[in-house]
């Protein structure tokens, strides 16, 4: 009987545990870590910073080396009339989510590594980042990938707008309600795991368990798109559907393209709702 007590002492939140667990454990002095305050909205003096500006320019080469790989990708398995002879759906999902995997890992330490307009919104609204830097870094991942899918177009113009150019569309036999439902549910899972995978709390916790932020964020990006390619051609990315979308500027790019803006900026939202509320408890305060 005493042994059962004890079991259900250690095993619920509302008692003292002998090995913490959840916002408890996330007490606990494995490393020392304070709670840093957020960012300002407007930071003025950034401006005035060559880390800024360093920061938005790695924003911009990564998102245009993504939209190169990524979009001749999508182009080489669109010109095969038989997919067996091409790296099919897994491949493009790999190069989307492996070229993440890649340029978060080089550009984590200057920018950030956002690559994305919708991760950065889900940051914002998590106070990472001023409201000035999110804009900059929104703007020069739009004009890196417009220019990454230029260049594309400018090697091979005729097989571009032959092939589709890597525009996002919602699929035939799909309502534009399930493409918006799959870029919301796509983008929460990559904004998810990006909070997750940067918490500095976290691994002030977890310490001893190492992890490369890069790995899992490329991982989801890769399963994503296995799910939604199908449905939409997996957007996630607003600066990708537009650079795509922009470069080979035809009606049907542009007909669903408002459900490649809405659907991540929601999914974000929820995504950092998510973890600042529920996952770290921000507003509460532990006792």
Not at 147 to 168: I, P, S
Not at 236 to 243: C, W
Request: aromatic share 12%; charged share 15%.
């Amino acid at each position: 009987m005493e042994g059962r007590e004890e079991d259900v002492r250690v095993g619920a939140n509302k008692y003292g545990e002998r090995q913490p667990i959840g916002t408890a454990a996330q007490a606990q002095d494995v490393k020392d870590y304070t709670e840093p305050p957020p960012a300002p909205l407007f930071e003025p003096g950034e401006l005035s910073s060559w880390s800024f500006y360093r920061a938005g320019i790695a924003e911009f080469v990564a998102t245009f080396l993504f939209l190169y790989i990524t979009v001749l990708t999508v182009m080489g398995v669109a010109k095969s009339p038989t997919k067996c002879s091409t790296v099919g759906i897994q491949g493009i999902a790999w190069a989307f989510g492996g070229m993440i995997f890649a340029l978060v890992y080089c550009t984590a330490g200057i920018s950030g590594g956002h690559i994305n307009p919708a991760v950065t919104f889900g940051l914002l609204l998590a106070r990472k980042l001023s409201l000035t830097r999110a804009v900059f870094y929104m703007l020069m991942q739009c004009l890196g990938a417009i220019c990454g899918a230029a260049v594309v177009k400018a090697f091979q113009k005729g097989q571009y707008e032959m092939l589709g150019g890597g525009a996002n569309t919602v699929s035939t036999g799909y309502a534009k309600g399930s493409g918006l439902g799959a870029e919301i549910v796509g983008t929460f899972v990559l904004v998810y795991t990006v909070f997750s995978a940067t918490d500095a709390k976290r691994n002030a916790r977890d310490s001893h368990v190492p992890i490369l932020a890069p790995l899992p964020i490329g991982f989801a990006v890769f399963l994503v798109h296995l799910a939604t390619i199908p449905i939409t051609g997996t957007g996630i990315n607003p600066a990708r559907s537009l650079g795509a979308a922009l470069i080979y500027n035809k009606d049907q790019a542009w007909d669903d393209h408002w459900i490649f803006w809405v659907g991540p900026f929601i999914g974000a939202a929820l995504a950092s709702l998510y973890h600042q509320i529920v996952i770290r408890a921000i507003p509460f305060k532990s006792k």
